[in-house]
């Protein structure tokens, strides 16, 4: 495997980590404010890396870093929701496949038409939801009704994550990380501002500090390793190869957490793998 597409592997590996840590960071605090939180540890690995990756961004490129922080702020908020209720096994790939979709549909308003591959993609991806949200029932399995609630959470999540994809590709290539620090920036100023108006606090429990830190963290190396990867190597390809970050939720929680698969659920995450490399590649 070449240096670009290792680099490609190791971001998707990130942030199917990332997300699981999200998810446990949330059951231990609220997903807003873990995901507020959380942006300490992004900004502080952006702070690192800026160095190695400089750029001369644009109003423009800082306007739309700025609307994708928003969009960033929901969503990872729901993301983490979702992941918290669980199963993850169930959350992590739903929301990534809808997060794909809102791309292929905003193109298609756009005017672009994608391929044939791309098309059997988002079939795949409709076919795959509802073989996820089927976890089974008696021991060791979530309740259906709890099932419905986390997979209303996921498609949620996936409708902002997929906006704050449509916002970030409207950045230029030129911008460097400062585009992602002030998405970053502006969605913690964004949820700090929603505890003060509510007049919550914002003291993170001890208990998910670390954890929440280290979900930014991760979540923001994965960013700077797929902007590294995708300027040595074809987006489509490196998109590909990122797009299966879910597969390594999926695993860490069935190994970490001993989430059980039912059949159907089994087939759904091998068909949901397969729709997101079709969407990729098309």
């Not at 999926?250 to 087939?267: C, I, P």
Request: glycine residues 12%.
């Amino acid at each position: 495997m070449t240096p670009p597409f290792a680099i490609a592997v190791l971001s998707s590996v990130l942030w199917g980590i990332a997300d699981f840590t999200g998810g446990i960071a949330a059951k231990r605090a609220p997903a807003m404010l873990v995901t507020a939180f959380s942006g300490l540890g992004a900004l502080a690995v952006l702070m690192v890396a800026m160095p190695f990756m400089p750029g001369a961004p644009t109003a423009a490129d800082l306007g739309w870093g700025a609307a994708a922080g928003v969009c960033g702020a929901a969503g990872a908020s729901l993301m983490y929701r979702a992941l918290a209720l669980g199963p993850m096994s169930l959350a992590s790939p739903v929301f990534s496949l809808i997060g794909l979709c809102v791309p292929v549909g905003f193109g298609l308003v756009a005017g672009e038409r994608p391929s044939v591959v791309a098309g059997l993609g988002v079939g795949l991806a409709i076919l795959a939801i509802p073989l996820l949200s089927n976890t089974g029932a008696g021991p060791g399995h979530f309740p259906r009704a709890h099932v419905r609630r986390t997979l209303v959470v996921s498609i949620a999540a996936g409708l902002v994550i997929g906006w704050f994809l449509v916002f970030m590709a409207r950045i230029g290539a030129h911008s460097g990380l400062w585009p992602l620090a002030v998405a970053r920036g502006t969605a913690m100023g964004l949820l700090a501002g929603w505890f003060l108006a509510r007049r919550s606090s914002l003291v993170l429990p001890a208990a998910a500090r670390p954890i929440s830190l280290g979900a930014g963290a991760l979540d923001s190396a994965a960013n700077v390793a797929f902007l590294i990867a995708v300027h040595r190597a074809p987006l489509v390809l490196v998109s590909a190869l990122v797009s299966l970050a879910p597969a390594t939720t999926v695993l860490t929680a069935r190994f970490a957490l001993r989430e059980r698969w039912s059949v159907a659920q089994g087939a759904g995450l091998v068909v949901a793998l397969a729709a997101g490399v079709c969407i990729s590649v098309g």
